[in-house]
């Protein structure tokens, strides 16, 4: 059992987060889940009520049975480098509250694992995706929507949930967009003109009324759209088209990024672009290019 004056303290932790440092409410919600389930684990391996006073003596054998424990049950490199950050954060945060010292926790060594790289589709294939998306309603208008939403993530770099999200107030489509993304990080977005013309085409169809204070696209009886649905859609047209299982929504962003780097975009504009906190996270898509020039070139050489 965590005791009250820990569970306080991770309350105010995570308030603070939400604050001060703009986390999304999944990343609270995966803050939350990872803390206390090593809080859960170190009351179980030292006993007792875990309070203020038996965390501060946390050592790094410790640190190090919760990490065997861990991948004892399954958990990944990768899942357990995320678990190990917040349980840093949580722990540098507590120890600079209650005064005591935080090295063995602070000190411990995060998993190796393989960074996934973004997987994005060919030139081609995302203009024939956006075309072969459009095909697969007999309704006009819902043909458009899904054109329009796919030709919102691939032309400026929208997430998901950032291209369902726009409302009455950002139609008809300026030439930048004010996008507030993940932990409510503001950025500007450049509008390419197709994007604009989708979207134009979709809500000069749509049989509902568009309100300032209401998502544009809506589903097929006037609710809002669900990711799900576009994702189901994409599903069928890379069928048609023999793309793999990676063709999805979120390919369409990295298709965007990478594109733009290949056509010589700088790292720091595009991370400005896509909204990303960190410019390490962009640098993954060099990493792309690079394999995507290598793989040309093993095709092309003669010797090769």
């Not at 991770?10 to 987060?17: D, K, P, S």
């Not at 009351?43 to 009520?49: A, I, L, R």
């Amino acid at each position: 059992m965590i005791a009250p004056a820990l569970s306080d303290a991770l309350g105010a932790w995570l308030a603070g987060q939400r604050a001060l440092a703009g986390a999304a409410e999944n990343t609270l919600k995966a803050y939350q889940t990872d803390v206390l389930g090593f809080l859960a684990f170190m009351t179980q391996h030292n006993g007792g009520s875990q309070g203020l006073a038996p965390i501060a003596r946390i050592t790094i054998r410790d640190m190090r049975a919760w990490m065997a424990h861990e991948r004892g049950r399954g958990v990944g490199a990768r899942s357990l480098a995320r678990s190990l950050s917040a349980v840093k954060s949580f722990y540098r945060w507590l120890a600079e509250r209650e005064g005591f010292e935080p090295t063995a926790v602070l000190s411990t060594r995060t998993p190796k694992f393989q960074r996934k790289l973004p997987r994005p589709l060919e030139i081609g294939s995302a203009s024939d995706m956006i075309e072969t998306v459009e095909l697969q309603s007999n309704d006009p208008w819902i043909a458009a929507r899904d054109a329009a939403v796919v030709t919102l993530l691939y032309g400026c770099g929208l997430r998901i949930s950032e291209a369902l999200g726009l409302t009455g107030r950002d139609v008809p489509l300026p030439d930048v967009l004010r996008i507030i993304g993940k932990g409510n990080k503001e950025r500007i977005v450049p509008v390419i003109a197709p994007a604009r013309d989708a979207v134009d085409a979709y809500l000069r169809l749509c049989p509902y009324p568009v309100a300032d204070d209401a998502p544009i696209f809506r589903a097929t009886r006037g609710g809002v759209l669900s990711p799900r649905a576009i994702q189901k859609v994409m599903e069928k047209a890379r069928l048609q088209l023999g793309l793999p299982a990676t063709a999805t929504p979120h390919a369409m962003r990295h298709s965007f990024a990478t594109h733009l780097l290949a056509a010589g975009g700088d790292l720091r504009t595009i991370q400005e672009l896509l909204g990303h906190a960190s410019l390490s996270t962009t640098q993954a898509y060099t990493a792309v290019d690079a394999a995507h020039l290598m793989s040309v070139y093993e095709k092309a050489h003669p010797k090769a």
